[in-house]
Every structure is written in structure tokens, then in C-alpha cells.
């Protein structure tokens, strides 16, 4: 018999917690929520101040069995559930079961939370207990509550209007009409045909090109070559001019490094370099922060990765500083307190970063599976990178020039004089500068003309949808892999190399619902109005009764 127990969500989590409390605690899972609304009947009361009707589901009644149990042997029941909305009403749920089984009688019950899962703050957790969070748990019955509504009123409607529709979401839907707004912009775009000049030059053997951005005093959007006819008549009268090189410009440019990374960063960066899906990057984050085995058994090596938060607990600052000091010297360190972006931040209170700064990737490699290092070796050098010093880099660019000054041509060139943070995320290199001066004369050694088009703004990927979602205000962080995942699942988009399309069944879906709701469901300002009122009730700004 235990004098003390700890219920936590995932059962992986549970031993390596109950390896670093030792043999006074037992640590058991209660496997995600155990209480939710019904599916067979309507499980909130709109008359009645929309009061929720929560049921224990058939698959979770051996669970209760189990954690019934465990409570009776025990002297102290510890609630340590995920710090966030569901952690929090997953707890509050758990002390209702007991309670109304009376099973806490006598017994002390704790709110504990575990913002990495390390000895250090497993034990500063179990050392600072605290009250559940009422406008937490609101928050989360408010969100549930009005996506079931959502769900249950309007599915109905397109099962006899799209037979081939499986449910509407309050959040996928309009995620869906996102996707369908870019694919009607991209029906509608109409190419337009131009042309690029681009000469080749040279000086002492050396070469180099610059491309043509100016006539006659025209440039930029305003200079387009539209014909082949008209890039003809450039080219002839290009190839019978003598050029000069009419100016050398340098500009230096300091590059700051990015913060560290949030729930929704992570799953952006995870996208564009790594090619992870939202919902691969946090389930490897899941494993990462849960615990692995490295050797010594199960530790946690990062922190809780649901959180719109960039800020740094001032010990991870201090190591961060010692390691790059260290490592790369005085130089290289810069210290910066970053601030949350997300005015309603609600979730945990420090960005996703490593437990320990010196488990460097490489050190542990041997022990991952392919993925989990690139995610870990991805959040490590984020973290480090975001405490370096600034890039800074030498701009030149070149405008060389016909002799009558009629046509320009703009050469760039970028050399990296400091690298800074680009020690962890290096910048591609450019060509070299040629060995030139102001008022050369540079010989034409040949004219190269390409057809173009414009084209339409590029598909969403799951990156570029996840920044738009966030954007708009469109569901939070915590969630976006899931709404992913299911409109993927649900068949009403496709993810085609790395691009996102419309499946006819969701346009169907956006076009049916915009008729009924497209003052509310469908509305995106209604939808971020809603994140900030739920955001409001957590913040406790906002009660039931407004």
C-alpha cells in the first residue's frame, strides 16, 4: 500500500514519474479524459443556462474500476494531469468520480502540475501544490459544450443535404473554408505573360550577371516586359551598347535569432524543414517530453510542448548562457527575455525547450528513433540559437549600366561577416563579388531573356495553414493538429506533395453551410470573437453568466 497516489494522463509518463517519486508513491494513468457528453442524446441543457450532462463512457468505466481501487489503498491522492484546459478538466472531472463515489473521505486531495518531467520538477511540483483552476475548467466545458452544439445541431443538416459528409466541427469547418478561399482565388486567377533580361558580364576574366530592373528612369512594378516582341527589340538594342559599372553600395545588416519555439512554431518549423505532419511533430513531442530511455530509464527531455508561450525560466537562461559561453565564447551569448505575443496566452507558462541544455543531440542520438532526434536536435538548436548574438552580414549591391544610362542592371551579393546564431542554422552561401570597381567599363559577354508568367499564391501547406489559423485567430495552438488531422481523415481536403487541396465533398460542405451560417459558424471573425471569449473565461475576465 502506497500512502500517496498520483493519477496522470498517459501511462508512459506514469512510470517514469513513479521511478523518480520512489516506492511511497504510485503513479497510475487515467488514459485522457473519463468523462464526456453523450453521443446518443443531447448532452447540454440550452434552457437551462446550457448546463452540460456529462456520462462516464462504456470504455472508460474499467478505468474508474481500477483508479477506485488504487484510491481506497491510499492516504493522499495527487491530481497531476497536463497543464492546460483538458489537463485541468480532466482533473476536475477525476475529483467529481471520487467524490461522488465518496471515495475522498479522510483523504487529502492535491492539484499537482509537471512542466517537464525531470527529478527537479517533479519534485518542485509535488512540493507546490495547488487549487484546480475553476476558470480553466469553465473555459474548456465552454469550448466543449459549443463545438458539441455545433456538431450536433448542424450535422443533421448535411447528412440530407450531402449524403457523402460525415460531420461539421465548429473550428474544422471553417479551417475547411479557409482551404476552399484559396482554391477559389486560384480558380479565378488569370497568368499574365512577362519577360526577364539577364546579362552576363565580365571583367579581367572575371564574371558575373546582373538582371535588368530599369529603363529609361522606369523600375520596379512599374518596368514589364510583356512580349516576346518587345524582349527582341531590348535584346538588339542591349547587344550594341558599351557598359560601366555605375555604382558599389555596401550596407551592413544584423540578423536577430528567432525565440524560442510555442506549440504552434514548433508545428510550422517541424513542417517546412523536418517534413513532419502537425500531428507526427506532436505526437514525437508527446514521446519527448513524456519520457525516454536513455540509458538510466525513462526522462523527460523537454518541456510540456502545448504552450503559446516564447518566455525561458531564468535557470534554462543561465544554462543556455554557460553552454554557448562554453562552447562557442563570449562573443557568440546574448541574453534575451523574450515576451509571449499571444495576448490570451493560457496555456503553459515557458516556451518548449530542452530539460537539459547540455543532453546535447548528438549525445543522445543512439537512443532516439530518426524523428524524435530531428525534433529534439531541432528544439535544442532553437532554444541555444535564440540566446546567441546577432548575424551580421555585408549587403553589396552593384548597378551596372549602358553608356547612356538608358538601361540598369542589379547585381546583389550577401557575405556573412559574423555568424552569430548561423553557428546552429547556417545561411546559404552566395556568389562572391567580383574583383570591380566604381567606373569600370565591364565588357557584355552575353543576354539571356526567360519567358515567365505570374502565377497564383502558392497552396497552403500545413505550415502556411497553421500560421493562417493563427493568424485569424481561428482555434489555438493546442489544437491545430487535431483539426488537421481530422478534416484529413473526414476527406474533405487532400495534402498532395506537401500542398493542400479542396475535396469536392468539402467544397460542397463550405458552400452548404455559408448558405445557414455565414453570419456565425462560418464567419471567421465570429470564430476568433469566440478563442477570445474562452480565452477571457480562463483569464477569469469572463463568468458563465456573461
Given at each position: 500500500m502506497s500512502r500517496n497516489l498520483v493519477i496522470v494522463e498517459s501511462a508512459t509518463?506514469?512510470?517514469?514519474?513513479?521511478?523518480?517519486?520512489?516506492?511511497?508513491?504510485?503513479?497510475?494513468?487515467?488514459?485522457?479524459?473519463?468523462?464526456?457528453?453523450?453521443?446518443?442524446?443531447?448532452?447540454?441543457?440550452?434552457?437551462?443556462?446550457?448546463?452540460?450532462?456529462?456520462?462516464?463512457?462504456?470504455?472508460?468505466?474499467?478505468?474508474?474500476?481500477?483508479?477506485?481501487?488504487?484510491?481506497?489503498?491510499?492516504?493522499?491522492?495527487?491530481?497531476?494531469?497536463?497543464?492546460?484546459?483538458?489537463?485541468?478538466?480532466?482533473?476536475?472531472?477525476?475529483?467529481?468520480?471520487?467524490?461522488?463515489?465518496?471515495?475522498?473521505?479522510?483523504?487529502?486531495?492535491?492539484?499537482?502540475?509537471?512542466?517537464?518531467?525531470?527529478?527537479?520538477?517533479?519534485?518542485?511540483?509535488?512540493?507546490?501544490?495547488?487549487?484546480?483552476?475553476?476558470?480553466?475548467?469553465?473555459?474548456?466545458?465552454?469550448?466543449?459544450?459549443?463545438?458539441?452544439?455545433?456538431?450536433?445541431?448542424?450535422?443533421?443538416?448535411?447528412?440530407?443535404?450531402?449524403?457523402?459528409?460525415?460531420?461539421?466541427?465548429?473550428?474544422?469547418?471553417?479551417?475547411?473554408?479557409?482551404?476552399?478561399?484559396?482554391?477559389?482565388?486560384?480558380?479565378?486567377?488569370?497568368?499574365?505573360?512577362?519577360?526577364?533580361?539577364?546579362?552576363?558580364?565580365?571583367?579581367?576574366?572575371?564574371?558575373?550577371?546582373?538582371?535588368?530592373?530599369?529603363?529609361?528612369?522606369?523600375?520596379?512594378?512599374?518596368?514589364?516586359?510583356?512580349?516576346?516582341?518587345?524582349?527582341?527589340?531590348?535584346?538588339?538594342?542591349?547587344?550594341?551598347?558599351?557598359?560601366?559599372?555605375?555604382?558599389?553600395?555596401?550596407?551592413?545588416?544584423?540578423?536577430?535569432?528567432?525565440?524560442?519555439?510555442?506549440?504552434?512554431?514548433?508545428?510550422?518549423?517541424?513542417?517546412?524543414?523536418?517534413?513532419?505532419?502537425?500531428?507526427?511533430?506532436?505526437?514525437?513531442?508527446?514521446?519527448?517530453?513524456?519520457?525516454?530511455?536513455?540509458?538510466?530509464?525513462?526522462?523527460?527531455?523537454?518541456?510540456?510542448?502545448?504552450?503559446?508561450?516564447?518566455?525561458?525560466?531564468?535557470?534554462?537562461?543561465?544554462?543556455?548562457?554557460?553552454?554557448?559561453?562554453?562552447?562557442?565564447?563570449d562573443d557568440y551569448h546574448n541574453i534575451r527575455k523574450y515576451k509571449t505575443r499571444s495576448a490570451n496566452a493560457q496555456e503553459a507558462h515557458e516556451a518548449i525547450r530542452p530539460t537539459s541544455i547540455n543532453r546535447t543531440p548528438e549525445s543522445i542520438k543512439n537512443f532516439l528513433n530518426e524523428d524524435q532526434f530531428k525534433l529534439y536536435d531541432l528544439i535544442w538548436r532553437r532554444t541555444v540559437a535564440s540566446q546567441m548574438a546577432e548575424s551580421e552580414n555585408k549587403k553589396t549591391t552593384v548597378i551596372t549600366s549602358s553608356e547612356n544610362d538608358k538601361y540598369k542592371f542589379l547585381s546583389e551579393y550577401d557575405e556573412l561577416v559574423f555568424e552569430g546564431f548561423r553557428k546552429l542554422f547556417p545561411q546559404k552561401e552566395t556568389d562572391k563579388i567580383p574583383n570591380i570597381n566604381e567606373k569600370d567599363t565591364v565588357n557584355l559577354e552575353s543576354v539571356i531573356k526567360e519567358q515567365k508568367f505570374t502565377q497564383h499564391t502558392p497552396r497552403y501547406s500545413e505550415a502556411s495553414l497553421i500560421k493562417t489559423m493563427e493568424e485569424l485567430g481561428v482555434g489555438r495552438p493546442s489544437t491545430y493538429a487535431s483539426i488537421l488531422n481530422t478534416i484529413k481523415e473526414k476527406k474533405y481536403i487532400w495534402v498532395i506533395n506537401r500542398s493542400i487541396y479542396i475535396s469536392p465533398v468539402g467544397n460542397a460542405l463550405v458552400e452548404e453551410l455559408k448558405k445557414y451560417f455565414s453570419d456565425s459558424v462560418m464567419d471567421y471573425k465570429f470564430t476568433e470573437k469566440m478563442e477570445n471569449d474562452l480565452d477571457q473565461i480562463s483569464n477569469g475576465n469572463l463568468d458563465r453568466n456573461d
Open positions: 509518463k506514469a512510470k517514469t514519474i513513479e521511478k523518480i517519486l520512489g516506492e511511497d508513491f504510485k503513479v497510475v494513468s487515467c488514459v485522457g479524459h473519463i468523462s464526456d457528453l453523450p453521443v446518443s442524446e443531447i448532452g447540454v441543457d440550452v434552457d437551462n443556462n446550457f448546463k452540460p450532462k456529462y456520462i462516464i463512457p462504456d470504455e472508460k468505466k474499467q478505468v474508474i474500476k481500477d483508479l477506485k481501487k488504487h484510491v481506497k489503498q491510499s492516504e493522499k491522492v495527487w491530481l497531476a494531469s497536463d497543464e492546460d484546459r483538458e489537463g485541468e478538466a480532466i482533473a476536475w472531472h477525476v475529483k467529481k468520480v471520487l467524490e461522488d463515489k465518496k471515495l475522498l473521505k479522510g483523504k487529502k486531495l492535491e492539484r499537482v502540475v509537471f512542466n517537464e518531467i525531470t527529478k527537479k520538477a517533479v519534485i518542485q511540483g509535488i512540493e507546490n501544490p495547488r487549487q484546480i483552476e475553476p476558470h480553466l475548467v469553465d473555459a474548456y466545458m465552454a469550448r466543449r459544450a459549443l463545438d458539441y452544439l455545433v456538431g450536433f445541431n448542424i450535422s443533421p443538416i448535411l447528412w440530407t443535404k450531402l449524403p457523402g459528409s460525415k460531420s461539421a466541427g465548429r473550428v474544422q469547418s471553417v479551417a475547411v473554408s479557409i482551404i476552399k478561399d484559396k482554391e477559389d482565388e486560384i480558380k479565378a486567377f488569370v497568368p499574365e505573360e512577362y519577360w526577364n533580361i539577364t546579362n552576363d558580364f565580365s571583367k579581367n576574366k572575371e564574371s558575373y550577371q546582373g538582371k535588368l530592373f530599369e529603363i529609361d528612369g522606369i523600375s520596379g512594378k512599374n518596368l514589364t516586359i510583356s512580349s516576346e516582341t518587345e524582349a527582341n527589340n531590348i535584346e538588339s538594342e542591349i547587344k550594341k551598347l558599351e557598359y560601366k559599372i555605375n555604382s558599389i553600395k555596401s550596407k551592413a545588416r544584423k540578423t536577430k535569432p528567432r525565440p524560442p519555439f510555442t506549440t504552434s512554431s514548433l508545428q510550422q518549423d517541424a513542417s517546412s524543414r523536418l517534413r513532419l505532419s502537425p500531428s507526427r511533430t506532436m505526437a514525437l513531442a508527446q514521446q519527448l517530453f513524456q519520457g525516454l530511455d536513455l540509458g538510466n530509464g525513462e526522462e523527460g527531455l523537454i518541456t510540456y510542448m502545448r504552450t503559446d508561450s516564447n518566455v525561458l525560466s531564468e535557470d534554462s537562461l543561465s544554462q543556455v548562457g554557460s553552454f554557448i559561453k562554453t562552447n562557442y565564447g
